[in-house]
């Protein structure tokens, strides 16, 4: 059997993909250091699965901790999510973001390197676009950087194509994720932020749950249908799916590639909040504030370069995303039970 190393596989996007990747009979190996996470998602998605997984506590900046690992295991490929994703604290302790996300890559790297594994699935993200010119947003569009958090997006996405460069036994995925919603059907694993969340869903969900009176909507005098603004949200499985079709496509040494995972389509703040008034059959209190600085009008990506070389496209949508958000919500009020 494959074994693939996951990395930051207990957080929210890690867990959905651990699950589809155990399901489909790769064993899997995750390395967390829990600094946003619980092991309690790694034990429900060995639940949910039925396929044990092994789990490492350990910090990716941590060399000896790395070799230990891939001493101990063959792995064909990687699949790297661990890092840290605030923007607002990656604004306050750049350094921080700088070293554990860019570092922590480096590390890894070496480690793959010396193992002689050359296969990687990264978690790049939309935000290495900056405030995009146009929508939808292709891949060959203009890189740049709005925050210390996409700036580490960048610099390790331009490290792994220096790599690749290098040395073209590299086959590197980077994958650009829209904006993750949803949880998995069971309601079991899903998204767990630490205190007040900052994004849109998680915080929507916590107002329909009555734990945050209203939400506040950051502008509603853009130029988009409604006024509120718009992104490319999509179901956190469908993403996890996403990252199956890229460990396929390493097989083929595709090289460096970038892609765009998203559905493809813009909903607005407002429809968002329609959306989950239907799932949850209850008002979403809100009320239209000041924009937040920084916020682009409107986000929306052409994901058709990854049906065409991975032959993935979401399939979930907008009412999938909030009912199984809701439902993840309504199990788990409070999150993961804290160890
Ligand atoms: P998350 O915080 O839930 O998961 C990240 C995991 O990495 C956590 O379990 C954390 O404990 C672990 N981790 C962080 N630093 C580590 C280190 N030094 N050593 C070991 N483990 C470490 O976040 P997520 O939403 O699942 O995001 C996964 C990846 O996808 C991140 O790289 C993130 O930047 C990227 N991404 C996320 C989004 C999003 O909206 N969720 C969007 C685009 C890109
Ligand atoms: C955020 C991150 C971005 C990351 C992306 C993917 C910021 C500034 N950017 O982007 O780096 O790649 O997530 O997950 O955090 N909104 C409200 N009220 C709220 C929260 C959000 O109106 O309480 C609006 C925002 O203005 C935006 C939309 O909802 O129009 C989505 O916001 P959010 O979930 O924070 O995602 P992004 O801003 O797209």
């Not at 900046?61 to 792995?75: P, Q, V």
């Not at 390197?113 to 203009?142: C, I, K, W």
């Not at 994720?177 to 694993?189: K, M, T």
């Not at 209203?214 to 502008?219: M, N, T």
């Amino acid at each position: 059997m494959r074994s693939v190393l996951v990395t930051g596989g207990a957080g929210y996007i890690g867990s959905h993909t651990c699950l589809e990747m155990a399901r489909s009979g790769i064993d899997v190996v995750v390395v967390d250091n829990l600094c946003n996470s619980r092991m309690e998602a790694v034990r429900r998605v060995e639940g949910i699965s039925g396929k044990g997984i092994t789990f490492y506590r350990a910090d990716i900046c941590d060399e000896a901790a790395m070799e230990r690992i891939f001493e101990r295991h063959e792995f064909s490929s990687v699949v790297h999510f661990a890092g840290l994703k605030a923007v607002g604290e990656s604004v306050a302790k750049p350094l921080e973001y700088f070293h554990n996300n860019i570092t922590g890559t480096v590390v890894l790297l070496r480690a793959m390197l010396r193992h002689e594994v050359r296969n990687m699935v990264f978690s790049s993200s939309a935000t290495v676009y900056g405030d995009p010119q146009t929508v939808p947003v292709r891949e060959d569009f203009p890189l740049s950087v709005v925050n210390p958090y996409g700036r580490t997006k960048l610099v390790i996405e331009d490290m792994m194509r220096d790599l690749h460069r290098s040395d073209d036994r590299w086959n590197i995925m980077l994958l650009r994720y829209f904006n993750p919603v949803g949880a998995h059907e069971s309601g079991q694993i899903g998204e767990d932020p630490e205190g007040v969340p900052c994004n849109l869903m998680p915080y929507i969900t916590k107002v329909a749950l009555g734990s945050l009176p209203e939400l506040k909507i950051f502008g509603g005098d853009y130029p988009t249908r409604d006024g509120t603004g718009v992104r490319d949200y999509i179901h956190v499985v469908d993403l996890a799916v996403g990252h199956l079709a890229a460990l396929r496509k390493l097989e083929e040494n595709p090289g460096c590639v970038a892609y765009n995972l998203g559905t493809g389509r813009g909903c607005s703040v407002l429809e968002m909040v329609n959306a989950m008034s239907r799932a949850c059959g209850r008002a979403i209190p809100y009320s239209i504030v000041d924009r937040r600085p920084g916020d682009a009008a409107e986000v929306w990506c052409d994901p058709s370069r990854a049906m065409m070389d991975l032959g993935w496209k979401a399939e979930r949508d907008l009412d999938a995303m909030c009912a199984d958000a809701w439902r993840w919500q309504q199990k788990n009020p409070d999150g993961y039970p804290k160890d």
